[in-house]
């Protein structure tokens, strides 16, 4: 009977191991399971949040393009006009600051004409304010230029009297010295817009100012 009885005890005892060691492996790869999901929802986050990033950077590349090519443009005429101080002496720390550009469209030359109009007087007293405000000792290059209707010397001529109006008007009006100012005419070597169009001529006849210190 007693040998019976530790069998028995044996049995049940093995039997109650092998039902903790089911539940032992089912516990683990439960948790196996959830660190799994777990892992796989923070790496789709992850994914989302490089995705995002990646999408900000191309964008932020595009804008960037974008101004070099603006700067591109705009620099050229710029830099020569900068290369001419330089070689003149007239600057102190040999740097550009910014230009500004007056066309037909907003100062209204008109056709064939270098008299300044209202507007363009309202425009350059803007201008020279906004330089007075700054104080700074600068040098400004006066740079005028025309549409290609007409021989090319007449319209260096015509570039050269809009920009010498410019600059006659900043230093009577405003009284900036001539010393610190210098005019050029690109006549119609540089157009910025197409002049087979009524509108094309109208913005490349204007009057740029370069100002640098």
């Known amino acids: 009977m007693r040998k019976k009885l530790v069998v028995s005890v044996a049995i049940l ?18 948790t196996v399971n959830s660190a799994l999901q777990n892992t796989n929802s923070k790496l789709a986050e992850v994914e989302t949040s490089v995705e995002k990033n990646q999408g900000k950077i191309s964008k932020l590349d595009q ?20 290369n001419r101080a330089e070689e ?11 230009e500004v550009t007056l066309t037909d469209n907003d100062v209204h030359f008109g056709f ?24 700074k000792n600068v040098y400004i290059e006066i740079q005028g230029h025309t549409d290609n209707v007409g021989s090319e010397q007449y319209n260096l001529k015509l570039g ?13 009006q405003h ?19 197409d002049n087979s169009t009524k509108e094309g001529r109208a913005q490349n006849r204007r009057v740029t ?5």
Not at 13 to 22: F, I, M, R, V, Y
Not at 63 to 82: D, F, H, I, P, Y
């Open 112 to 135: 064939n004409k270098y008299e300044l109009s209202e507007e363009a007087k309202a425009a350059l007293d803007e201008f020279a304010n906004k330089i007075k405000s700054q104080n």
């Open 13 to 30: 005892a093995l039997a109650g191991l092998g039902l903790s060691g089911c539940a032992t492996k089912e516990y683990v790869q439960e």
């Open 63 to 82: 804008r960037t393009a974008t101004l070099e090519t603006k700067v591109e443009k705009l620099s050229s005429e710029a830099q020569e006009a900068l």
């Open 175 to 193: 009284g900036f010295p001539l010393h610190r100012m210098n005019v050029i005419s690109y006549g119609e070597y540089k157009p910025i817009a």
């Open 160 to 172: 050269y009297k809009r920009a010498e109006q410019v600059m006659r008007y900043l230093n009577m």
């Open 209 to 213: 100012l370069v100002v640098m210190e």
């Open 88 to 98: 003149a002496g007239k600057l102190a720390k040999g740097k550009f600051l910014y």
